[in-house]
């Protein structure tokens, strides 16, 4: 007989797998819990509501991540933005129901995104925007984390029709090597740009 831990943990199982697939609205207590076949009272027995649930996902899927990045520091150069970068694709690249998860709560709009936002996300990624809002830093500036972050969430996000479209599987470590190399270019054309024009990036 399944224990209470073990329910809790199916219900987040299948929780994580329902939010990421069709997102929070679409999914019900009533869904989640045929899925886990219990009753839809018992799901009660482990969580208030729907958004406690989507909480608990959010806090097994992202405590990992904010912990592993809040070993980081403030991005403050691009040599620094680069190790940083790599730790984040490798941890979004392990969870990819992260990315999920943020393009559904970023269409709603709703109380996902807010909690996904104010909970985790700014944590997630406080490396770069804490560089990047630094008077003092000249270097790493909003449009560039930006455009970083757009990048990693994005390769994990669209990894299934990239997949169908090319024929490979974008999220192999060959191609997350690859994908890697590929921003650490990037991050090398623009220490290049930001020391001719006069911008000192410190290795």
């Not at 799901?43 to 208030?48: G, L, Q, R």
């Not at 909690?115 to 790493?140: C, M, Q, T």
């Not at 930006?146 to 169908?164: D, K, N, R």
Request: hydrophobic fraction near 40%; aromatic fraction near 8%; charge should be negative.
């Amino acid at each position: 007989m399944a224990t209470r831990r073990n329910t809790r943990e199916r219900i987040l199982e299948i929780a994580e797998e329902r939010f990421a697939k069709q997102g929070f609205a679409a999914t019900s207590i009533s869904e989640i819990a045929v899925r886990v076949g219990i009753s839809s009272p018992g799901i009660y027995k482990h969580f208030s509501n729907k958004l406690a649930i989507y909480e608990a996902v959010c806090e097994k899927l992202m405590a990992p991540l904010v912990e592993a990045t809040s070993q980081l520091d403030t991005a403050s150069n691009f040599q620094e933005m680069s190790q940083q970068i790599q730790a984040a694709m490798s941890a979004l690249s392990d969870r990819p129901n992260i990315a999920r998860l943020v393009q559904h709560a970023t269409l709603a709009q709703d109380e996902t995104l807010t909690l996904l936002s104010d909970r985790w996300y700014r944590k997630f990624f406080a490396f770069l925007s804490d560089g990047a809002s630094d008077p003092d830093n000249e270097v790493i500036s909003a449009s560039t984390a930006i455009a970083f972050h757009c990048m990693i969430l994005g390769y994990v996000t669209l990894a299934p029709l990239h997949q169908s479209i090319f024929g490979f599987d974008p999220l192999t470590p060959d191609q997350l090597n690859a994908q890697f190399q590929l921003q650490q270019d990037m991050v090398n054309g623009l220490n290049k740009l930001s020391t001719k024009s006069g911008k000192v990036a410190t290795a």
